[in-house]
């Protein structure tokens, strides 16, 4: 299994899956801040892991995991966090969905053994 | 908005996210396949919408949207997705991850206006 999964608890948990589409320009703070927030979220209380992957065409896919609804509420409010979304949603995307969703069962390919 | 988005109903409605890691192996197969499963996928009832994107490193994320539980399981027992599947298991994925979530609420970057 390679680093790109997350590696969970049992459920449940919750997800938040932001699809988005990037626009065509190349803002080089995009990376630098994309990979802070993945930093950031890490340090926060119930964070649980994440998974993301953006296609050659801009668009891409994160799927976020937390332990309850009160975790992602406080990473939301986190003030750089929350700064970096406000730039992003102006600077970065055509159009982006978020879901909140409460993961109830879950399994892998590991499970077969 | 591009076509990548799903176009769904106000929440509650229920996430499948599919994430995987393809091996290395160029199965010719493989593309008609998943073309194939989405297009038989949105003939199921209570099918919503999917959003899919993988990366050159062959990390994937799939996130198809369905009405219920109960969609979520015929679509598990439909025939030739049940072979697919099976079939997939031992020849595209050196690994994936599949959770079953219930989306409780969901806001896109249209909604600012």
Redesign the interface.
């Known amino acids: 299994?390679?680093a790109?999964?997350?590696r969970l608890p049992s459920?449940p948990y919750y997800?938040v899956?932001f699809?988005s589409?990037r626009n065509g320009e190349d803002d080089p703070g995009y990376g630098q801040a994309a990979q802070r927030m993945v930093e950031l979220a890490a340090q926060q209380p119930g964070f649980l892991g994440v998974?993301?992957?953006?296609?050659?065409?801009g668009?891409?896919?994160t799927?976020s995991y937390w332990a309850d609804e009160a975790a992602i509420a406080a990473w939301k409010r986190q003030a750089e966090h929350a700064a970096t979304r406000a730039y992003g949603?102006e600077h970065w995307?055509?159009?982006?969905?978020?879901?909140?969703?409460?993961?109830?069962?879950?399994?892998?390919?590991?499970s077969?053994a």
């Open positions: 299994m390679t790109r999964f997350a459920p997800a899956i699809s589409q998974e993301s992957v953006r296609g050659d065409d668009f891409g896919i799927v949603r995307y055509d159009h982006f969905e978020l879901r909140v969703a409460k993961v109830e069962r879950a399994y892998g390919s590991k077969r």
